[in-house]
């Protein structure tokens, strides 16, 4: 009981006080300054608990039928949100490559490694791991990692962002509860990142961090 209400408190720290904190220091600390410093607090967490070896955190390669599961779903997904974009966000749509194109060469090959894999490593890895006696294996756990998830991007202020936010949450840790695999959650992750940066919908991911 003990060590339920420690985690209890601690994960309200780290994943309610600290966002909410961070939305006055957004002007100091870049967010991804900001994921990167959490990521390492987490990582730390899981090394005192003996937990940070290369193959637990990556885990096991994730089998070819759930590979192709995250594609088929990203395939169908992509499509709406790229046919939705084009009709109520036609005047974004596709800009970012179209008027910046070296630029966004640059930033489809860095999302996966300066977000997505931080993120994954503290909403994926971290609290599976470290919050597993409070929410259980299951629906209940996809759910706390998808709402802090999206609480974490509350800075952007705006309820695009939210919503994409918690959708990928649900997404990406319904990966990682089926396959143990940050690798294939934070590829998952990369995927969307740059999709919805590329079709115009970075804007309302990005906005309001440089407010």
Not at 153 to 178: D, E
Request: charged share 10%.
């Amino acid at each position: 009981m003990i060590r339920r209400v420690y985690l209890a408190v601690e994960f309200t720290v780290l994943f309610i006080f600290l966002p909410s904190l961070y939305i006055r220091l957004r002007p100091i600390f870049h967010p991804i300054l900001a994921i990167w410093c959490l990521a390492g607090v987490c990582a730390w967490f899981l090394k005192l608990d003996g937990y940070f070896t290369r193959y637990r955190l990556w885990g096991e390669r994730p089998a070819g039928k759930q590979i192709l599961f995250v594609i088929g779903r990203f395939a169908l997904i992509a499509v709406t949100l790229g046919l939705l974009t084009f009709w109520f966000e036609y005047g974004r749509f596709l800009t970012f490559p179209r008027t910046r194109p070296v630029l966004w060469l640059i930033f489809i090959l860095l999302y996966p490694i300066l977000s997505a894999i931080p993120q994954g490593i503290v909403y994926r890895a971290f609290i599976f791991y470290r919050y597993g006696d409070l929410f259980g294996e299951g629906w209940a756990m996809i759910a706390a990692s998808a709402v802090v998830f999206c609480y974490a991007h509350t800075f952007l202020l705006n309820f695009a962002a939210m919503l994409l936010t918690l959708g990928g949450g649900i997404l990406f840790a319904h990966t990682y509860l089926k396959s143990r695999s940050l690798w294939l959650s934070s590829i998952e992750h990369a995927l969307y990142g740059d999709f919805i940066f590329t079709i115009g919908l970075g804007y309302f991911m990005y906005s309001g961090a440089v407010r």
